[in-house]
């Protein structure tokens, strides 16, 4: 298992939000036309406007996602046994891939907030009942002995 990035903060909400919601379309990406990733990487972070915390933290999220794939896809199957990972859809399936990341492993913001920010960003892109199918399978990663609160 690959070693979470160590910082001492994800930074303000609004700068968490950016690079959460960045990762989740670096990965969507990645998932559905197979882009190469630094190729992806460098379209996405080439805006002077992205500061270098929202790129640190989402490399962060997009290579904690990459190099823990197989734990991560694991979690939700134990989770969500009746949706088969490869089945879900691509926004659904990175969304719990970050977020079960977040939780499990990064452990850098609360659990709580994790599953908030990862609903709403599902509210945003997903289809019109994913936020109820996350927050389903988030909760009951949380109440699992999965992750230490």
Do not use: C
């Not at 994800?10 to 959460?20: H, P």
């Not at 929202?54 to 949706?83: H, M, Q, R, Y």
């Not at 879900?88 to 891939?97: A, P």
């Amino acid at each position: 298992m690959a070693k979470p990035i160590e910082t001492s903060r994800l930074g303000s909400a609004s700068d968490s939000r950016q690079a959460r919601t960045m990762a989740l379309k670096v990965l969507y990406e990645l998932d559905s036309v197979d882009h190469p990733l630094d190729q992806i990487k460098d379209r996405y972070f080439e805006d002077e406007g992205v500061s270098k915390e929202i790129v640190f933290i989402t490399v962060g999220l997009i290579e904690g996602v990459l190099e823990n794939k197989i734990i991560i896809d694991t979690t939700i199957s134990e989770f969500a046994p009746a949706w088969p990972v490869s089945q879900l859809g691509i926004i659904e399936r990175n969304v719990l891939r970050m977020a079960i990341y977040e939780l499990m492993l990064w452990q850098l913001s609360p659990p709580k907030v994790v599953i908030n920010e990862w609903v709403e960003l599902a509210k945003m892109y997903g289809g019109e009942s994913s936020f109820k199918f996350i927050n389903g399978v988030l909760g009951s990663v949380f109440e699992s002995d999965k992750i230490n609160t």
